[in-house]
């Protein structure tokens, strides 16, 4: 077996891959498009798509897609071979740039929002650069965005992309006038905590209300529930551990930092959490990881819940959804630091926050609005189906001395006990997990999302 360093992202078209197959010239083009938005020369293009191709035959690849996340909640696909005619009745495999850069499927039956009539079917994907292409199943899947010929976004993607260049552009502005001119880029960063249930597929295929609808209808309750709460963070049984142990190396071949995996509070449920990335990639990794959740649950005769409420009376499952901004210079401008009552930068990023949550609350709410979720939210831990911001105990005291005009006096910090280490919590009030710097949580998004609407607008922690 390889080890985890040799198997994670061996399945990527990733930096490592593009330094070693493109020369500097082509290299360096492609990731000024990737970090400044450059226009992409055909060219250039063209370089990379004949590399692309080459390293995903030589990984077994016959096919490519440009894949993309339309609004049905779940991804989207139309695979097309590499393969070209040449003479003598041969063929070739190739891979264009302009295939690359741009596809055209039949939009006739996704979705719109009511912004179409069903005959106009014309609908694009472009190529996102920024989320690195990976082989799944002998397929080269490209990682678009979809449009109409008008730009109406047709997707989850591109709205989500729009979205973090408006941040960008504001939050430099702001960055600007506090003298602050080496910083390029801000980033959204998230980390989504993904919650399931994992049940034994032979009692799911008996229950046609899970099948058809992904939650029972009707059933007695079991002898015991979660009342102890014993099955939080408890040992993982073996089945469940085996399930995990290839799930995570699917996972890690894609590159996805799958990180920490443990019980959850109900029965049969667990979490997985990855370390956070830059928003539209871990989009794009959420999404994998719920699809391949489902099929290595079904080699391990199990069934992957992800329904919000599958079970009633017991916790239904979420997905905390971390979210900070970051510069390019590494600097994460959602942390306090060690005093926050001096930190102006932080404050005004903060306070633009808690605005965006205010006025927009209602936004907030129907992104993470839906049949499932709301059987969910208001029950068994879940937060209510409002929209409110919790700051901590710190940061609400810098909050009421600047709004009052008074002394910070400060907070006092928990005491450690003679055996264990002082503590010293976070100044927000959030939860520190495997994906956090100092974050944002918004655990009010339900398991089964394609959650990239909710980013589109600034998200912050429901209590």
Not at 220 to 237: C, M, N, R, S, V
């Amino acid at each position: 077996m390889s080890t985890v360093p040799e198997l994670f992202g061996s399945m990527v078209f990733d930096d490592k891959v593009m330094r070693a197959r493109l020369s500097a010239d082509v290299y360096h083009s492609l990731k000024e498009t990737i970090r400044r938005g450059k226009k992409l020369d055909l060219s250039v293009a063209n370089a990379v798509a004949d590399a692309m191709c080459s390293w995903a035959v030589e990984n077994g690849a016959t096919h490519f897609t440009h894949w993309f996340q339309p609004l049905t909640g779940i991804t989207a696909e139309k695979h097309e071979s590499f393969l070209s005619p040449a003479p003598d009745s041969h063929v070739i495999m190739k891979f264009s740039g302009k295939e690359l850069i741009q596809g055209e499927p039949d939009a006739s039956s996704f979705p719109s929002g009511g912004l179409r009539a069903t005959f106009e079917a014309r609908g694009y994907t472009a190529w996102d650069p920024t989320s690195y292409a990976f082989i799944k199943e002998k397929t080269l899947c490209i990682p678009t965005a979809f449009c109409s010929y008008g730009g109406e976004a047709l997707d989850k993607k591109t709205p989500l992309l729009r979205s973090m260049e408006a941040l960008n552009r504001q939050a430099l502005r702001v960055l600007r006038l506090f003298g602050n001119h080496e910083v390029q880029r801000v980033m959204t960063n998230v980390g989504p905590e993904q919650e399931y249930f994992l049940v034994d597929r032979e009692m799911y295929l008996k229950r046609r209300d899970l099948i058809y609808t992904g939650r029972t209808l009707f059933g007695a309750k079991p002898p015991k529930g979660q009342e102890l709460e014993d099955h939080y963070f408890g040992a993982i049984k073996p089945r469940v551990k085996a399930f995990m142990e290839e799930l995570n190396e699917e996972l890690w071949k894609l590159g996805i930092y799958a990180k920490t995996e443990h019980n959850e509070v109900a029965p049969c449920q667990h979490e997985l959490a990855p370390i956070f990335t830059v928003t539209n990639v871990a989009a794009d990794h959420n999404q994998l990881t719920m699809e391949i959740m489902k099929k290595v649950a079904r080699r391990h005769g199990l069934a992957c819940l992800l329904h919000e409420k599958p079970f009633a009376g017991v916790n239904g499952s979420g997905k905390h959804n971390n979210w900070s901004m970051a510069t390019d210079t590494g600097v994460n401008l959602l942390s306090p630091g060690d005093t926050p009552y001096e930190n102006a930068q932080f404050l005004l990023f903060l306070l633009a926050v808690i605005k965006a949550v205010d006025e927009y609350q209602g936004l907030l709410r129907l992104s993470v609005a839906s049949a499932g979720n709301d059987h969910r939210l208001g029950a068994n831990e879940a937060p209510p189906a409002v929209i409110s911001i919790f700051l901590g105990d710190e940061l609400s005291a810098v909050l009421d001395a600047i709004e009052t005009d008074s002394p910070y006096a400060g907070t006092e910090k928990a005491a450690g006990s003679v055996w264990a280490p002082t503590c010293c919590p976070a100044s927000t009030g959030t939860q520190q997990t495997a994906t956090a710097l100092r974050l944002l949580p918004l655990p009010a998004i339900n398991s089964s999302s394609a959650w990239s609407a909710p980013m589109t607008r600034s998200p912050a922690r429901t209590s």
